[in-house]
């Protein structure tokens, strides 16, 4: 099976040695997305989030998907008594770009991201 892999430097470039994105097959996997480098970056966990999504819509439509076709996202953040008091907005959030069509979902709670700034990390699989 033929992997093409894709940098996407230009929507969000990687922090570390490796890829973006790989679509294998009728599928595609993106590396864990954030704000980093972005105005986001040092804002509340909502415009991080929403930086990250805008993000993961731009390099699934780059790879010849829609948003529709994301069928997994596991959603880290680093302070879930924080994240659960935005839990309305981050649907509305997710409404906006998913527009009923949404994925499996799981939240984790995790002690770090990779920069101290980052307070949500998603990591979204596509089929086409």
Known sequence: MDKIRNDHADIAPAIGNYVRSIKAGDMLFISGCTAVGTEAETGDVMAQAEATLDRIKRIVEADGATTSDIVKMTIY????????????????????????????????????????????????TVVF
Not at 87 to 102: I, S, V
Not at 112 to 117: D, E, K, N, Y
């Open 77 to 124: 953040v680093t302070d879930m008594a924080e994240f659960r008091t935005h839990l309305a907005e981050f649907d509305q959030l997710l409404e906006r770009y998913f527009q009923g069509t949404y994925p499996t979902s799981t939240l984790v709670a995790s002690p770090g991201l990779a920069r101290p700034s980052l307070l949500i990390e998603i990591e979204p």
